[in-house]
């Protein structure tokens, strides 16, 4: 994937003059120390995060730790102390204001958490807005805007004024202004924040299902984990100023790496955010013979008997596994088995699961890649190490 947006060494002190701050910082001072020497603030300490095209990447932290900031950075909303904003290559911190007009109106969108609407201007008029600041002629733009009203569910409401409307479909006006102008990069700061939770849901789904055809590339502000989670192909946390911990949702819950970050975690439901893949083993060879072999948990207990392709041809229970090893003849086989794709769920991968039967993970081809645990599963679930022979205690 090709990096649209990427930040390198991003500095904010709020001051006229942040040369000192900046010192302090670079010498290893955090922003703590800065307001007790300066009275300045710090915004972003040193900030570094690359975001792959396409990605929906969330950036998340508690109150006051710099995301705003960091998203008005990016938009020079905001004007950066030190550092370098690269889209799709281009540093746009040193550009001039004709220039960075031009980059706010085609390249980055914004969505924020109170979405102000102009209240005399009916709903279509609203979307049309930053394509009038961009030129596009009016019937260009009347075009655009009904469709992306059509795009977030809004096409019936499209004459009437803002305050028919309820919040939830005030938001999506703004997503729709956001989405009207064409730009790649949208970037919504606590987009969703203020709407209630159910309304809220309907709007992450929304923006998922939009995500899947419009293939944005979309930098989300969120103090949500539970929000990040489900959005995010990639989280950044934040905590004064300084970005703590990058990743994908599943590596950061599995390895929070510190107490700030972990405490976010605690209340994840694991069941439904690991995936097949980060649990499964890599399957160890039960018996070879003639006509194929069978795999399984190294542990031990029935496995799969696999063709030269290494796809799954059937079970073969516990006790077949240990005659044919016994014997040397080929273990009898049962059609029956449970095989899951890698992305599948957890909880997902337990609707499946028949005793007796083991566990196979496949690619697209139906190439066994893995075998999954029950124990193994249900430490993952639990938070609780893995137990290493496959027994539970
Ligand atoms: N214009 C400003 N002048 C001075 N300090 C500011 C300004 N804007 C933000 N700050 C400070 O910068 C730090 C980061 O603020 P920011 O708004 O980025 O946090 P945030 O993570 O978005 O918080 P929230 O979740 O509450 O929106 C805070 O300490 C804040 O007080
Ligand atoms: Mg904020």
């Not at 710099?66 to 030190?82: D, F, Q, V």
């Not at 950044?236 to 107490?259: K, Y």
Request: with cysteine; proline share 5%.
């Amino acid at each position: 994937m090709t990096e649209r947006l990427k930040i390198e060494n991003l500095y904010k002190v709020f001051a006229k003059d942040p040369a000192r701050a900046l010192q302090i910082l670079a010498s290893g001072g955090d922003k703590n120390q800065v307001f007790e020497k300066l009275g300045q603030v710090v915004g972003l300490n040193g900030v570094s995060l690359s975001v792959p095209s396409g990605a929906m990447y969330m950036v998340m932290g508690l109150s006051g730790s710099g995301k705003s900031t960091l998203a008005r950075c990016i938009n020079r909303l905001n004007e950066p102390s030190a550092g370098r904003i690269l889209l799709d290559g281009q540093d746009i911190v040193p550009l001039d204001e004709a220039a960075l007009r031009h980059v706010r109106r085609t390249r980055i969108s914004m969505v924020f958490q109170h979405f102000a609407l102009l209240p005399n201007k009916r709903v279509i008029e609203n979307v049309e807005f930053g394509l009038k600041l961009r030129g596009v002629s009016a019937p260009e733009r009347r075009r655009r805007a009904e469709e992306v009203l059509s795009v977030v569910g809004l096409a019936r409401w499209a004459y009437h004024r803002p305050h028919e409307l309820s919040g939830g479909m005030r938001q999506r006006v703004g997503l729709a202004r956001a989405l009207a102008t064409d730009a790649d990069i949208l970037i919504m700061d606590e987009a969703f924040s203020a709407l209630d939770p159910l309304i809220r849901t309907e709007m992450q789904d929304e923006l998922l299902r939009l995500q899947s055809t419009l293939n944005k590339t979309v930098l989300f502000i969120t103090h949500d984990f539970q929000e990040a989670l489900k959005l995010g192909t990639r989280i950044a946390i934040m905590s004064e100023g300084r970005l703590v911990r990058e990743g994908t949702p599943q590596s950061i819950v599995l390895e929070p790496g510190s107490e700030y970050v972990a405490a976010f975690t605690r209340e994840v439901d694991r069941a439904r955010l690991f995936d097949a893949r980060s649990v499964m083993s890599e399957p160890a060879t039960l018996w070879r013979g003639k006509d194929g072999i069978v795999v399984g948990e190294a542990a031990g207990g029935p496995g799969f008997l696999l063709d030269g392709q290494e796809r799954v041809m059937g079970s073969v229970s516990d006790a077949q596994i240990v005659h044919a090893r016994q014997t040397g003849e080929a273990p009898a086989l049962e059609p029956e088995h449970v095989c899951v794709a890698g992305s599948t769920k957890l909880v997902d991968v337990a609707r499946h699961y028949r005793p007796g039967l083991p566990i196979g993970v496949v690619d697209e081809g139906g190439k066994l890649v893995g075998v999954l645990g029950v124990a193994q599963m249900l430490a993952r679930i639990a938070n609780a190490p893995a137990p290493q022979d496959g027994s539970a205690p």
